[in-house]
């Protein structure tokens, strides 16, 4: 009968020294390979930020730093605008990334460089006890005040590790876009800071949390157009060649820097109504609107004396439009403009005694002329 043979010991200790040998080559390789993978995915993480800065900013234009200085962007404003998304780790620690890491933006030449600060990367995770206090900012990280309106903080609430209400021990701190500390945030021009909200626990001073809020000072609001006659014009058809259409408007703005105002129009020197489209613009691209109506008229008029439906003579007086440029004369004609008699002055004033079909125009040579006319009926004559 046969038998199984098993193995010695010195086979057995030889086997294991085999394996020893083995696991001396190839834990660190794997090791090794284990951290460069985790190297690559925090680099595509720290890419994923730097994306989404570069998408912020894209928008948010008046944010972008001027040459020579940075600008400090975080991950909590980035995720609460839309440009980031939420709970992203860190795969190096496992930890969820803090809304207080920091993507730091710095113009050089035309360009600009996009740098994570891999030191602030480090976060609780969420869920998980600590003993670190915490702030939760009322709103989220980002706050938009007006230009020229007073900046009221939205809020925060600070509680300990047990509970306890620690609102009140917060610190703050205001930056402005440089990175200096102010003493307040004023909101007389465009511009951006930072407040940095900090409180440590009571009980132990090296429990300590801080996040931080960006404030934006925006100009929202249209500039203001003042009609200075009204948005109903009655001007006549000499008038529309000269005609001053800055005289009819002005601007003004909430941010006090002058206003860009452009206007179109229709107007021409047929009767009938036309209009004018005024727009302003202000330094923050807001825009408003404001129309006139202007009614073009011939400009001359005509009165008649009647002493009764049927008279043996009845007064005619024309009366024309004043013009300061002295190039056009005002005329009449009784024999359907065969012979047009001259009037010194702006009116004209005759007595007739049978129906006559009188034209009456300003006249200037090689302009377009305007011209009324009229027709006086129901003589003594006529019955």
Do not use: C
């Amino acid at each position: 009968m046969k038998q199984n043979k098993a193995f010695t010991l010195v086979e057995l200790l030889a086997v294991i020294a085999i394996l020893g040998i083995i696991a001396l080559i190839a834990i660190p390789t794997v090791d090794k390979a284990l951290n460069k993978g985790k190297d690559q995915m925090l680099e595509t993480q720290k890419a994923q930020m730097i994306k989404g800065a570069k998408d912020y900013l894209t928008v948010n234009t008046n944010r972008l730093p001027e040459s020579g200085s940075s600008l400090i962007l975080t991950v909590g404003e980035l995720q609460d605008e839309g440009f980031l998304q939420l709970n992203i780790k860190n795969p190096k620690s496992d930890d969820y990334v803090s809304p207080n890491a920091e993507i730091e933006v710095k113009a050089i030449g035309t360009g600009y460089k996009y740098t994570v600060k891999e030191e602030t990367l480090i976060g609780d995770t969420p869920g998980e006890s600590t003993d670190k206090p915490t702030i939760v900012l009322t709103g989220g990280t980002m706050q938009y005040v007006e230009l020229g309106t007073p900046f009221t903080d939205a809020g925060y609430k600070a509680t300990s590790r047990h509970g306890a209400d620690l609102t009140g021990n917060v610190r703050t701190i205001i930056k402005n876009k440089s990175g200096s500390v102010v003493s307040s945030i004023i909101t007389n021009s465009i511009n951006t800071f930072v407040i940095e909200y900090t409180v440590t626990d009571p009980n132990d001073s090296s429990l300590s949390t801080t996040a931080k809020r960006t404030v934006m000072v925006v100009d929202t609001t249209k500039p203001t157009i003042n009609l200075t006659k009204g948005d109903y014009l009655t001007i006549t058809a000499m008038e529309v060649p000269g005609f001053d259409y800055t005289a009819l408007v002005n601007a003004t703005d909430n941010s006090g820097s002058e206003v860009k105002m452009t206007f179109k129009t229709n107007l021409s020197q047929i009767e009938g109504d036309y209009y004018i489209i005024y727009t302003a613009k202000d330094s923050s691209g807001n825009t408003a609107t404001k129309k006139v109506t202007v009614k073009v008229t011939k400009g001359i008029s005509f009165t008649v004396s009647d002493p009764g439906s049927y008279a043996d003579t009845k007064t005619v007086t024309i009366t024309y439009p004043s013009y300061s440029d002295k190039k056009h004369v005002n005329q009449y004609s009784l024999d359907y403009g065969m012979t047009w008699e001259t009037v010194p002055g702006n009116v004209a004033s005759f007595t007739l005694n049978s129906t006559t079909h009188i034209i009456a125009r300003l006249y200037a040579d090689g302009e377009s002329n305007v011209s009324a006319t009229y027709t006086v009926t129901k003589f003594n004559s006529d019955k």
